[in-house]
């Protein structure tokens, strides 16, 4: 290899090993090797809006006699959807745990076949209980995915490019979101498909979808960051060493040399115990700030998106066949605030960014509130003032993801993601819906303002948590920002790629 020669590891015998490891992949420069793990493994977010908005809204449709399902459609939006939101909080605490004992590639591999399967059995369901039962379990997929998927994305990508590519991958369930709306459209056409045909090709053409990804999925390695502290070493310097020298190939020049070592003692696996020792008694204030992040979204997205067709057909008589032209729209409004502001959360920042994003996100949805109860808004215009609400808040949605993917010690690290998922998805798709149901379907336009008011209170009270809780942690190497516990000599492990516990010492 050209360049900088790392140091070789202790053997894995002794239990320790001085590596370079993360300093070597924070120095990379952008190449193909990135855009295939981005590829591999940020994809399966479209897999999910588009599975999410299909289940919506072909809601109706399988309701229907005819469609070879005896399930109503109140069943489809409530009890189904529950068991989606119990299955992926499961799953994500499930996978979470696994992830870290065993590994990134393991389980983003196992999570995804899970997922493919019980949606392809979804689309084959022939009894209620079936439908239910598949629902459960494609949950149970998706919520392992995001444990085993942010973790590995993070400790992948170099330190300069991580909060804009963990922003737009993760943004990028708006686009499966646009293209659900959209084919539910095509697929609900009893011109061109039976009724008991184009619901169970939807769910289809999402396993097809997600059988690509997969092909690919499987050459994304394991994390670097994972082998050397599991007792891996030598596979982590040989797979950061093949990766280098496909990288000096491709752009014809030596790479720099990294900018520090790390010295730890490695470790079979974490206890359960140290790793919630770690989150809550040493980052407290990281933990509030996580969970302000999550539930503050989850409750603006609820009060927006869980009865936007409800609100359109009630106030404005928009035919029911129509309103996925308006979804698609606000879709669309929401993968562009990650895809436009992502760079800036590295360059400007991140406490700028997270709690800009999350307060204006919040005084915007205040003003639609107000406009709608003057009764200023059309179909039209309403749908605007959400693109433009939802433009600043997917991105603070998709910086909650980010953050708690990068604040805390590596070995906790899919434990973290899935412990604030699953919390901020519970609250969302269970407070959140019984809570909006019945403001957003009374009718009465004071109700629906209050439902407004209720999400952008709480996505400004999650912005001001941020602006004095954030953790700067743009072009920083993840061990700077939170130390491993398998540092040998913690506060003291050298420099650069070491770090030490973060700013504002250890509960920071």
Known sequence: MTGAEPPAPVPASTGTVTTAVPARLDRLPWSRWHWMVVIGLGTVWILDGLEVTIVGNVAGRIAEDGSGLDISSAQITGLAAALYVAGACSGALFFGWLTDRHGRKKLFITTLVVYLAATALTAVSFESWWFFLFRFLTGFGIGGEYAAINSAIDELIPSHYRGRVDLIINGSYWLGAIGGALLSIVMLDTDIFAKDLGWRLSFALGVVLGLVVLLVRRHVPESPRWQYIHGQGEKADRLVTSVEREIEREKGERLPPPAGEITIH?????????????????????????????????FLYNA???????????????????????????????????????????????????????LLSGVLLFATAWLFDSGSLTATTMTACWCVVLFFASAGASSAYLTVSEIFPMETRAMAIAFFYALGTAAGGISGPLLFAD????????????????????????GLVAAFLAVKAERRALEDIAEPLSTAAPGAAGTGAAGTAGSGGPSA
Do not use: W
């Open 266 to 298: 490695q470790r079979k696996s974490i206890g359960f115990g140290l790793i919630a020792r770690t989150v809550f008694g040493r980052y407290p204030r990281r933990a509030i700030l996580g969970l302000s992040l999550f539930i503050g979204q989850a």
């Open 439 to 462: 403001l957003t379907e009374s009718g009465v336009v004071g109700d629906t303002v209050l439902a407004f008011q209720i999400g952008a209170g709480l996505m400004c009270a999650a």
């Open 304 to 358: 927006i998106t869980f009865g936007f067709g409800t609100i359109l057909i009630t106030f404005f008589d928009v035919p029911t066949g129509s309103t996925g032209y308006y979804f698609a729209v606000i879709a669309a409004g929401n993968f562009c605030g990650p895809l436009l502001l992502g760079h800036l959360f590295d360059t400007v920042g991140r406490r700028i960014m997270i709690s800009g994003t999350y």
